[in-house]
């Protein structure tokens, strides 16, 4: 039997933990492996971007390693939109999509309908995006305690 994947897209070197801890929980639940992609705009001129992208990759990979999960990475730069079809036509076996870039692009809000690549594209895909968020009442929890840390 293959191995099964699910894919953890990431944009710009950002780093959403609460996208990275969703695909760990979930490679786990279903038992696969974990891709790692991250998208980076056209950056030829900018090499701390690719730099910056390589080190958030590295340590994504790390905290999947960490959880006994086969994992791989990608860095795929240039039009965003683009770059994703052609991983997903180059890796056709992702039974779902971890979003961890940009939430407004996901979302939809906030956005000129042209500038929301993810809107263009995403009749062309086939399987299943999920976006995971911290809920509200788990924020504020994290900023009390912030909050309460740095008062010490």
């Known amino acids: 039997m293959a191995t099964q994947w699910i894919l953890l ?25 974990v891709s790692v992609l991250m998208l980076a705009a056209n950056t030829e001129n900018e ?21 006994n999960i086969t994992t791989q990475g990608r860095i795929r730069c240039g039009d965003k939109a683009s770059e994703l079809l052609k991983h997903l036509a180059d890796n056709p076996s992702f039974l ?4 961890g870039g940009e939430e407004k692009t996901l979302s939809g809000r906030n956005i000129k309908k042209t500038d929301d690549w993810f809107a263009k594209i995403k009749t ?16 504020i929890k994290l900023k009390r305690k912030e909050s309460y840390q740095n008062a010490k």
């Open 124 to 139: 062309n895909i086939r399987c299943p995006v999920i976006r995971p968020t911290v809920k509200d009442n788990v924020r």
């Open 96 to 99: 779902t999509i971890v979003w």
């Open 9 to 33: 897209v990431m944009e710009d070197g950002v780093f959403h933990e609460e996208s990275v801890c969703y695909a760990i929980k979930l490679a786990h639940r279903i038992h696969c492996s």
């Open 47 to 67: 090499p701390g971007i690719i730099n910056n992208a390589q080190q958030v990759l590295k340590k994504i990979m790390h905290l999947i390693k960490a959880k």
